[in-house]
């Protein structure tokens, strides 16, 4: 079956432009996760979407980050004004319900660079 | 605060060799989980194993063994006969049982390399 997909894989941006990461979540997964990943380090986590509303955004590093989910499924992720410090892996997992018994399954990230 | 530490940034073992992989934990709750993840050179984690904090017993899947400690707040992986598909990066991660987020908070990681 189709696990999580995430789009663009790569995305090369310059400083001060605008960029959106989107994440196609597993078919029936009411539960989405946002997490980001530098060189070197393990993901952190950004956001937390518990059907379409974010039970959880204190990974958020400042208002420049944004994300939605409309309908519950398909995510967005979105960076205003990108600084170099953006420049990360960000990951997203989803999994089939709330809470630690679930399992998060994750997808291969969206590799953004800002130049 | 939660914290996880993977204080071996790299290890190198030769194929058959066994390796344990250390992972020591911070939190102020009684009930929490842990998870082990692996991340090969493709990107994507894979999850390996989930462990509640009530739950002390070691766990043994094939050549994946796991040694939780509350004692110690350790919660080392150690893989027996390593293989060259083992090489990836593993993380150790916590998640507090709290209602409303189960996020994740991962370890700094540890690069495992096998050469044949």
């Given amino acids: 079956g189709a696990g999580v997909s995430q789009t663009p894989s790569n995305k090369v941006t310059e400083k001060g432009k605008y960029v959106e990461l989107r994440c196609d979540p597993i078919s029936g997964h009411t539960a989405l996760y946002w997490y980001r990943q530098s060189l070197g380090q393990g993901p952190e986590f950004l956001i937390y979407f518990q059907g379409t509303g974010a039970a959880d955004d204190s990974g958020l590093p400042n208002d420049r980050f944004f994300a939605v989910r409309p309908e519950g499924s398909v995510s967005t992720l979105k960076i205003q004004r990108t600084e170099r410090g953006d420049s990360a892996v960000y990951l997203c997992a989803s999994s089939l319900g709330s809470g630690v018994n679930y399992e998060q399954y994750f997808g291969p990230g969206t590799r953004l660079t800002v130049t | ?116």
């Fill in chain 2, 1 to 116: 605060a939660q914290k996880v530490t993977q204080a071996q940034t790299e290890i190198s073992v030769v194929e058959k060799e066994d390796v344990t992989l250390d992972c020591v934990y911070e939190t102020r709750d009684t009930t929490y989980y842990l998870f082990w993840y692996k991340q090969p050179p493709s990107g994507e984690l894979v999850f390996l194993i989930r462990r509640n904090s009530f739950d002390e017993q070691n766990e043994i899947s094939g050549r994946y063994s796991w040694n939780f400690q509350k004692s110690t707040s350790s919660f080392n992986f150690t893989i027996t006969a390593s293989q060259v598909v083992d090489s990836a990066v593993y993380f150790c991660a916590l998640s507090e049982a709290r209602g409303g987020s189960e996020k994740l908070v991962f370890g700094k990681g540890t690069k495992l390399t096998v050469n044949p």
